[in-house]
């Protein structure tokens, strides 16, 4: 009689714990009263060339900037009113990824909600959590991208189909389908994804998976031990079972995120050979970068000091730019740690992308003895603006 009770109240409490996790409304009707559906022929294409298929709008190339965008202006669209959105694509490459885009009349500016990656199925995403979803909607559409840090840009577009979208009024069935999406969807890589128990991106989403569970098996062993006592041989077995069980469930879900960047990974790099692989980076305008700082240097004694400084915004592509001007004796500024006039005479000083040697009153009096050396042949303004790289050799003193 105890066991069942037992299982009675962790399914109850189980249940309870889903509601809370799908932030379920408990007023809300199970099926959505009111949806709006857009066939994929209502989108046009902004970014990119797309034509009408049947009910489809199928999109064939990408933006001159690799991106591409489609998208419709509804009639008489309240944010608040439809809170959750399903969307559907045929034949989506691994090697983009998705994003919703709207505007409101609260806002004149384009607001993009990063979203899992959408496969062959419908996925459901909870916009009730997004702050910029209110109001009146004017404008609403999908845009893909090469996925960041992995996919050279000019890889990544593979023609595609955008079947079409839905937005469904609150309901049960609309908050527990968005946080299947949410837990089990493929989420791209980013530089979060280092982190196991962190969240992969800034976008509003569902109740960590990780606490669901950890209170999910909390619960159990809290009726467990209430029910059958701490010290019953049934308390150990069952709770190891549990917490192993649980371990497993999360370490699936994380091997199937794993799996799904490997099928990035294998999209761009499997038909190449190894030669092609090594030539084969994401970044290429970092690499760009970094062959034009080494061909500037090509004349300096190999022991010659590199420190390369960007602005606070850069630092992920500050040290990928560091990575590939090697093997130039190269080095972070801010880890060199000298102070005036203990940075070494004739230290090179790069610049990747920033202009605080000639904005920063700081920069400014540290250098104004070094030596601007040339970045480009040419001395017009506009080249000189848009350099990469601008570097200095450093002087204490006049020479």
């Known amino acids: ?93 691994r090697t983009l990824e998705l994003s919703l885009v709207f505007r409101t009349t609260e806002s004149a500016e384009d607001i993009a909600i990063s979203l899992p990656w959408p496969g062959e199925g419908t996925n459901t995403f909870d916009l009730s959590q997004v702050p910029e979803w209110q109001g009146r909607i004017v404008e609403l559409g999908f845009a893909e991208f090469p996925v960041a840090q992995l996919v050279p840009p000019a890889q990544g577009f593979r023609p595609f189909e955008l079947v079409g979208a839905d937005l469904w009024s609150r309901s049960w069935r609309g908050d527990l389908a968005a946080l299947s999406t949410d837990w089990l969807g493929a989420w791209s890589w980013t530089q979060r994804s280092v982190h196991a128990l ?13 606490l669901c569970v950890a209170i999910a098996l909390g619960t159990a062993l809290a009726w467990l031990a209430l029910l059958f006592g701490r010290r019953t041989p049934a308390f150990a ?30 999209a761009v790099y499997a038909p190449l050979d190894w030669a092609e ?5 994401a970044d290429t305008d ?14 300096e004694p190999e022991s010659s000091r590199i420190l390369v400084y960007a602005d606070a915004d850069n630092g992920y592509e500050l040290l990928r730019f560091v990575w590939h001007a090697l093997p130039l004796n190269v ?57 990469p790289v601008d570097v200095f050799r450093f002087h204490h003193g006049r020479r």
């Open 1 to 93: 009689m105890r066991r069942i009770a037992w299982g009675l109240a962790v399914l109850a409490s189980w249940a309870i714990l889903l509601l809370w996790a799908a932030r379920i409304d408990l007023s809300s009707p199970f099926a959505a009263a009111e949806q709006r559906e857009f066939p994929g022929d209502d989108f046009s294409a902004v970014f990119g060339v797309g034509s009408a298929d049947s009910d489809r709008l199928r999109v064939t190339s990408a933006g001159a900037d690799f991106t591409s965008l489609q998208s419709l202006q509804p009639a008489d669209l309240d944010a608040a009113s439809f809170p959750t959105l399903r969307y559907r694509f045929a034949g989506f490459p």
């Open 198 to 210: 962190g969240r992969d991106t800034d976008t509003p989403r569902a109740r960590s998976l990780v």
């Open 237 to 266: 077995t069952i709770g190891l079972g549990a917490a192993v069980a649980a371990w497993l469930a999360l370490d699936l879900v994380w091997q199937a995120g794993l799996w799904g960047r490997l099928a990035t990974t294998r």
């Open 277 to 281: 692989r090594e030539r084969t980076v």
């Open 286 to 299: 970092v690499v760009a970068a970094a062959e034009r700082l080494r061909a500037m240097l090509r004349d």
């Open 331 to 387: 080095a972070v500024f801010a880890y060199a740690s000298f102070v005036g006039d203990a940075l070494p005479e004739n230290t090179l000083i790069v610049f990747y992308h920033s202009s605080a040697w000639r904005t920063q009153p700081t920069w400014r009096k540290l250098l104004r003895y070094s030596e601007h050396l040339a970045t480009s042949d040419s001395i017009h303004a506009d080249t000189f603006e848009n350099n």
